[in-house]
């Protein structure tokens, strides 16, 4: 997913959209105070209803009480706040507007003091599972994440190991989910994802192409930690425009839950009644039990948001919430 300073002018030839490293909850300020938006995910996960997500920035983290209220009665049962960034020596920064750590401490409070609490409301409704992405199209986070696996490891005295416990001890955090669209390095990411388990993460994988990397990187994760991989967040729009869960993404036992767009600068564009349509489908083909939707901040405050989460839902044979 790339980053843009205005999410509605993102090239449709590009990975996936994503929101800019700058600006990307200031740029939507103004208009998310307005809209006041919403979203998350349905119920706890069951047998018949797995992870249904959204996907959101700054309308997340930036303190709307009608965004939180929102998310929280949405239906969705997954909320991936995007997008951290990982810098050389190891801070972790959300959009590149909040920094959430430096050299081992969670400095989050000094930008958005209310978010640990934010997203705790969150999960009092029917968010049961937040997970952050790291990553985009852009260049640099996992290439740094690479460097800094084989300088220095990735073991208590690494300071990805030091950063990522802070930030399992100050926010509630279940899952990271990998969104690597430049680096393709599996040793690091191996090693990286193994110290998430350690830490009490699940992790999740988002990709749009390259399917024989993914397979085999899930693989060689869950074979040096059993079940830490625990899901698939597979971009079936943008630059994964035409993928399809039931063909050339096979993952074994780990499930893959396709992302559908809500916005036309993000092909194809589907509306929550065409997203219900293409769950069943995918549903009837290879059985999947989720989804998610692409992006939050595009359709806050609007009733879209319960809309993508009903439909989602009632697509995967799920009864709608």
């Not at 986070?141 to 300071?159: F, H, M, N, R, Y």
């Amino acid at each position: 997913m790339q980053r843009s300073n205005d999410i509605t002018s993102i090239a449709t030839d590009q990975p996936r959209p994503k929101r800019p490293r700058r600006n990307v909850g200031r740029s939507r300020a103004a208009s998310a105070l307005i809209l006041l938006g919403t979203g998350a995910f349905a119920g706890a996960a069951d047998a018949q209803t797995g992870y249904v997500g959204i996907l959101g920035g700054g309308p997340v983290y930036m303190h709307i009480p009608l965004n939180i209220k929102e998310l929280k009665k949405s239906g969705f049962n997954e909320l991936i706040v995007w997008s951290v960034e990982v810098n050389s020596t190891g801070d972790l920064n959300l959009n590149g507007e909040f920094p959430l750590t430096s050299a081992g401490v969670y400095i989050g409070n000094q930008t958005h003091p209310d978010f640990p609490a934010d997203l705790a409301k969150i999960r009092q409704g029917t968010v049961k599972r937040v997970t952050f992405s790291i990553g985009s199209s852009n260049y640099g986070d996992w290439e740094d994440i690479k460097s800094l696996v084989d300088a220095q490891g990735t073991g208590p005295d690494s300071i990805l190991y030091k950063d990522f416990a802070a930030l399992k001890a100050a926010l509630p955090v279940d899952a990271i989910d990998f969104d690597d669209e430049n680096s393709y390095d599996s040793a690091s990411s191996v090693k990286f994802a193994v110290m998430l388990g350690k830490l009490g993460y699940k992790v999740t994988m988002n990709p749009y192409v390259n399917a024989d990397y993914w397979t085999s990187l899930v693989q060689q994760i869950n074979n040096k930690r059993a079940n830490t991989v625990d899901g698939i967040h597979l971009q079936a729009f943008a630059g994964g425009n035409g993928n399809s869960p039931c063909a050339d993404w096979n993952f074994g036992s780990v499930p893959v839950y396709p992302g559908i767009s809500d916005q036309s600068s993000a092909p194809p564009y589907l509306t929550p009644k065409q997203t219900k349509v293409a769950m069943q489908d995918w549903h009837k083909q290879c059985g999947i039990t989720g989804g998610w939707v692409w992006i939050f901040d595009q359709i806050a405050g609007t009733n879209q948001v319960r809309k993508y989460a009903q439909a989602i839902t009632a697509g995967v044979g799920g009864a709608a919430r």
